[in-house]
């Protein structure tokens, strides 16, 4: 599943798409700290020097020039679009999702209108669907009704004996836990957005019964201050159509304290939510590129899927912490904490599902 307008999906991958800057003083994070969360993302070799193109394709290429601004002290999630120098143009390659391609551009456009630099020279093309499948292929993992447990600061959720085995691009270890067998998964690239759908389908094709996914949400009401609680749910707006899926946690997790549930938005890319995509969406709870389209991978595939996020930001009240800073030493505290509750509410749902004789591998 992707959740990009209509008009691009039915383009092929041969055609060439200009990427348009968003207008950054109706962002909901304000252009300042905008810029910042820009200048985080942006290929080093673009924020140095001026090209007369930028060419943004779909390719998994850890052989051109790696970003500077890759965050190598994590075990996941920490490569970044890399890039290869022809003359003066320069053709940058993100992993390749119709979100993930389609949320770069973006971000290198409007990173260059925001510094005062022509964006009418950055375009993109999106990834045919058999690219993005052989890249999610790649994945292989011999599993029996296991439970995934997939995502964000796994190094910090699976035990600390446990050993890591490593493959291009993504590393797992093995737990059993309350007598289910667990599989910690973690990504050094980015799964965003459909990636993720296509990763719930791959690891079903594989033998998983269940995946959990660990990540982080922003909220879209103005009481909850980021890194404070905790997110989860059973369904998502995905476009207009509201998904739902077998939710592995049940009402265990929101039940819990410090745990906030309600209906997920699906978001292609932070860029844009803007102010008036929030007043479209304020009834709702949170948002997130990837938990719809996994979810819906999960209900298409007859296996169960649950999130349990950290809340990272809010993006209807701004608050000192925010996509910019997510490196400050107190914003790292509070979510190592959190990062803790969801290690036990994990650990309490199994021995819970243990004792009914419930979803056991």
């Given at each position: 599943m992707s959740l990009m307008p209509g008009s691009l999906l039915t383009r092929g991958a041969d055609?060439?798409?200009?990427?348009?800057?968003?207008?950054?003083?109706?962002?909901?994070?304000?252009?300042?700290?905008?810029?910042?969360?820009?200048?985080?993302?942006?290929?080093?070799?673009?924020?140095?020097?001026?090209?007369?193109?930028?060419?943004?394709?779909?390719?998994?290429?850890?052989?051109?020039?790696?970003?500077?601004?890759?965050?190598?002290?994590?075990?996941?999630?920490w490569e970044r679009p890399t890039a290869e120098v022809h003359g003066r143009e320069l053709v940058v390659k993100a992993f390749p999702g119709i979100d993930y391609v389609h949320h770069y551009a973006l971000i290198i456009a409007t990173y260059l209108a925001m510094t005062g630099r022509s964006s009418e020279t950055v375009t993109y093309q999106l990834p045919d669907p058999a690219l993005r499948r052989a890249a999610v292929d790649r994945l292989h993992l011999a599993l029996e009704g296991d439970l995934v447990i997939v995502g964000w600061a796994l190094e910090h959720l699976a035990p600390d004996s446990g050993v890591w085995r490593r493959r291009a691009g993504y590393a797992w270890q093995r737990a059993t836990m309350h007598g289910r067998r667990v599989v910690y998964l973690g990504f050094q690239h980015s799964i965003w957005g459909d990636v993720a759908g296509q990763v719930v389908a791959r690891l079903a094709e594989l033998g998983a019964r269940d995946v959990v996914y660990v990540g982080k949400v922003g909220a879209l009401v103005p009481e909850v201050e980021p890194n404070t609680l905790l997110a989860t749910g059973n369904e998502s707006l995905v476009d207009s159509s509201l998904i739902k899926w077998d939710d592995f946690f049940g009402d265990f997790a929101a039940a819990q304290p410090g745990v906030?549930?309600?209906?997920?938005?699906?978001?292609?890319?932070?860029?844009?939510?803007?102010?008036?995509?929030?007043?479209?969406?304020?009834?709702?709870?949170?948002?997130?590129?990837?938990?719809?389209c996994m979810g819906a991978a999960a209900h298409r595939a007859g296996i169960g899927f649950g999130y349990l996020h950290v809340i990272s930001n809010n993006l209807a009240r701004r608050y000192p912490a925010d996509l910019s800073n997510e490196r400050h030493h107190e914003v790292v505290r509070r979510r190592a904490i959190l990062v803790g509750r969801i290690r036990d509410i994990i650990a309490s749902r199994l021995a819970d599902l243990n004792s009914h004789g419930e979803r056991q591998s």
């Open positions: 055609v060439v798409l200009p990427a348009a800057p968003i207008t950054a003083d109706t962002h909901t994070m304000g252009a300042e700290s905008l810029l910042r969360y820009l200048e985080i993302k942006v290929h080093h070799l673009i924020q140095e020097r001026s090209w007369k193109n930028i060419h943004l394709i779909g390719s998994y290429d850890r052989q051109a020039v790696v970003s500077l601004h890759e965050k190598t002290g994590k075990l996941f999630n906030r549930t309600g209906v997920h938005v699906t978001s292609p890319s932070i860029l844009l939510e803007n102010r008036e995509w929030l007043a479209k969406h304020a009834e709702h709870a949170f948002v997130d590129p990837e938990i719809g």
